[in-house]
């Protein structure tokens, strides 16, 4: 495999807080490269988003990074001072958000707003910024492009409106887009639409994508690889496909064998016992073993990860592969 | 069939509440937004005792707002509703304790300040199902059915986590003794090992209970593992009706096809370039839907007569509906 564009190394982000030390991201380590799509799953809490958060500095206090690092082309963001940070921000690395009501300004016109997004880092003529920035609304689908930059984020769907954020973010043609969640708040059709052209651009572009989602349905149909987290470490990774047709972990054996398509409609779901731990006070060791039923003596050491080639789980006792049933 | 929960051509229009001001300014001629919106549409569903039925659609199809019309916290602008024969709503007032609702997000609708064991007691206190020194017992009892500790019925909402909260406000609900249980998506806003868990509680509860339900939620592979029947709706209109084997196997309505074929599915295969049949456009405005048929715009088999008549519901079977010109068309292209 040629460099990745993007290494991640032991990627650790603590809050300090008043009641305690909260331990979001806790040795967190994966390489990307260059356009291939990662998806980041995990529940609430688990520490996917503080991951996404921490690849681009934007981790506010009382949280900071305090260990590891993030290469991009070879080059340590968490090593850079704050203004070269910014000025590599939406250009080699950009973010997609969860809320697009959120994210954009309400008394801007879409135009305004992506214009001042190019000349943030590059000069260049109003025609031509207008100009590129028409070119990406039409890319991701925004019909009447040029009309529509005069618009405000209200006239917008909420589709439309994560479009525009989509547009906003490929932009400077980045090597590498973090995107949270960005169809969690969209409707099924739109959300379909969506993912078909998001896949599209990543292999037009070579831009690599982290996809952050709860869904492991929709980075299934999107991801090449994929690594779930738990309680703030990534606790298994590998290939999509094999990953998910055979999980070793529990926790992904668990969450898999939990969706309503696994079983007969009317019987009860296979569930997973309990909730997540506080991430104020994890247990010792396994920070799933009170929740898992192959845990033993040994779990109350922390499991490493395991290396066997693309894969990888942290696991004293991985489930094994059942038996082949004929079909 | 005898008809247990019968919805009669119910509908429910949003109007701009106008001031005197702006009524006066609309006579005079000036710009003023009168048109309303019909969230609900000329709406009939006939269910049976014990049954339990899907409620699908994307945002803003007026799912929820049927659902609080079953329930009597809206009152319709025409039309029905009633269970067992008995009218949910006389005079705009809800009349019955019968049908009960578990919301969306528990985190709202639970009060903060009231310690969760008064909150379950209030209504069955109210209503004579217990009495105030007997409250105790009767809340610990919802409280074991629900899996949730008696112990806890002390303590305030914040001391529980999502998962917990939802069990709260199932116990709250079902501590009426209801007959009819609306869940209007009780799961969206929970965690997927959590989301199994309050299935799992819902499926139990509404078999051992005996309770006829309507279970709403934008999740359809949740509504295919829970319902008997499931209805689709689309701006207000329910489009197609029937069991749930039929439905997601052989769609009869194209609206029904594409939003099925829209949601992503767990591909274990590496090889399988992952397709999906998106629907194009959005969902038209419904201040101004589309003449016709309101799908007939992003309909691939839209004709001539979809631009200008409404279909009318088509039994296809006993328990079957569709609104559809070209159903036929659809059920044989597969």
Not at chain 1, 66 to 89: I, Q, W
Request: aromatic residues 4%; glycine residues 8%; hydrophobic residues 40%.
């Amino acid at each position: 495999m040629s460099d990745p564009v993007l290494s991640v190394q032991n990627l650790t982000t603590h809050f300090f807080t008043r009641a305690g030390v909260v331990k979001a991201v806790d040795g967190v380590s994966f390489d990307l490269a260059r356009g291939e799509i990662m998806g980041l799953v995990g529940e609430s809490g688990s520490g996917k988003t503080v991951t996404g958060f921490s690849l681009l500095g934007l981790v506010d206090a009382p949280g900071r990074i305090v260990d590891g690092s993030v290469k991009l082309n070879g080059t340590d963001l968490l090593t850079l001072p704050a203004s070269d940070l910014r000025a590599r921000r939406g250009r080699e690395i950009s973010m997609i958000f969860q809320d697009p009501i959120a994210t954009l300004n309400p008394m801007l016109t879409i135009g305004q707003q992506m214009l001042l997004a190019v000349e943030a880092h590059e000069r260049l003529s109003k025609r031509a910024a207008t100009a590129r920035a028409a070119e990406l609304l039409t890319q991701v689908g925004i019909p009447s492009a040029e009309m529509r930059l005069r618009a405000y984020p209200h006239e917008f769907s909420g589709g439309m409106r994560q479009r525009v954020a989509i547009a906003i973010a490929l932009l400077h043609r980045p090597a590498v887009i973090v995107a949270d969640e960005p169809t969690t708040a969209l409707d099924v059709s739109i959300q379909a639409q969506i993912l078909l052209q998001m896949r599209d651009l990543a292999a037009e572009t070579g831009t690599a994508m982290i996809w952050i989602s709860h869904d492991l349905a929709v980075v299934s149909s999107l991801a090449s690889k994929l690594a779930v987290m738990y309680a703030g470490r990534i606790v298994e990774q590998g290939p999509t496909a094999d990953l998910l047709r055979d999980p070793r972990h529990p926790y992904t054996a668990g969450l898999i064998a939990s969706l309503p398509a696994m079983t007969t409609p009317g019987l009860p779901l296979t569930q997973i016992p309990g909730t997540t731990p506080s991430l104020l006070s994890l247990p010792v060791g396994c920070p799933f073993a009170p929740r898992c039923d192959r845990s033993s003596e040994e779990c109350q050491r922390d499991p490493e990860m395991t290396d066997q080639g693309d894969r990888g789980w942290r696991c004293f006792h991985p489930v094994t592969r059942p038996a082949e049933v004929p079909a | 069939m005898s008809v247990f929960l019968k919805i009669d051509d119910v509908s429910r229009l949003f109007g701009p509440k106008l001031s005197t001001g702006e009524k006066i300014a609309a006579k005079l001629g000036a710009k003023v937004e009168t048109r309303s919106v019909r969230a609900v549409s000329d709406v009939s569903l006939s269910i049976r005792k014990g049954e339990t039925l899907g409620l699908v659609g994307e945002s803003g199809c007026g799912k929820s707002t049927l659902g609080r019309l079953i329930a009597g916290i809206l009152p319709p602008t025409s039309g029905s509703v009633s269970i067992d024969a008995a009218a949910v709503m006389e005079n705009g007032r809800k009349v019955t304790t019968r049908v009960q609702t578990v919301f969306q997000d528990p985190f709202a609708s639970l009060d903060p300040r009231m310690k969760v064991g008064e909150t379950v007691a209030e209504g069955p206190i109210a209503h004579g199902l217990t009495t105030k020194s007997g409250a105790k017992t009767y809340v610990a009892e919802w409280f074991e059915r629900v899996g949730l500790d008696p112990v806890w019925v002390d303590r305030y909402p914040h001391q529980f986590s999502g998962g917990q909260r939802q069990r709260i406000a199932i116990a709250r609900a079902l501590a009426m003794k209801p007959d009819v249980l609306i869940c209007d998506e009780p799961v969206a806003s929970l965690d997927v090992s959590i989301q199994a868990q309050i299935i799992n509680l819902f499926l139990e509860l509404t078999q051992g209970l005996d309770l006829t339900c309507v279970f709403i939620s934008h999740d359809l592979s949740v509504v295919q593992h829970v319902s008997d029947r499931v209805a689709v709706m689309y701006l207000g209109r329910i489009v197609e009706l029937g069991p749930v084997a039929e439905v997601f196997g052989q769609p009869a309505h194209p609206y029904t096809a594409a939003l099925f074929g829209s949601v992503p599915k767990l591909v274990l295969d590496a090889d399988e370039l992952v397709r999906f049949d998106s629907i194009e456009g959005e969902v038209p405005s419904p201040l101004s839907p589309p003449s016709g048929c309101y799908y007939h715009p992003r309909c691939p088999l839209a004709s001539d007569k979809c631009r200008t008549a409404q279909p009318a519901t088509t039994e296809i079977s006993d328990l079957r509906a569709v609104a559809c010109h070209h159903f036929e068309t659809q059920l044989s292209g597969q």
